[in-house]
């Protein structure tokens, strides 16, 4: 069964850190794009970050409101992917999500939750 499990959220301070884990189950996730959402009450789904590949042909990209703070990675040993998240601001307060394609199909975690306070 293709599952993604969100892990890491908490309450941090303003300038604060915090690293999200997605650990993937039923396929490879080191073969396929992963990406991270986020979603506030009232707003649209968000999308953070993206990474394909892997090894020396790993590409990243992220929305600008996060770039330079907040960095996505794979964990290989972990089967999943890792956003490491720095500099914090109330803004980025919102459920995180994990999310794939595999086999045409649309996978997505139940999420975590991240509140930074001012």
């Known amino acids: 069964q293709v599952q993604l499990v969100e892990s890491g959220g908490g309450l941090v301070q303003s300038g604060g850190s915090l690293r999200l884990s997605c650990a993937a189950s039923?396929?490879?996730?080191?073969?396929?794009?992963m990406r991270w959402y986020r979603k506030t009450p009232g707003k649209e789904r968000e999308w953070v970050a993206t990474?394909?590949?892997?090894?020396?042909?790993?590409?990243?990209g992220s929305d600008e409101s996060v770039k330079g703070r907040f960095t996505i990675s794979r964990d290989i040993a972990k089967n999943g992917i890792s956003l490491q998240m720095y500099s914090l601001k109330p803004e980025d307060t919102a459920v995180y999500y994990c999310?794939?394609?595999?086999?045409?199909?649309?996978?997505w975690g139940h999420g975590t939750q991240v509140t930074v306070s001012s």
């Open positions: 999310n794939t394609l595999v086999g045409g199909v649309d996978v």
């Open positions: 039923g396929f490879v996730s080191s073969a396929y794009a």
């Open positions: 990474i394909t590949g892997v090894g020396l042909d790993t590409t990243t």
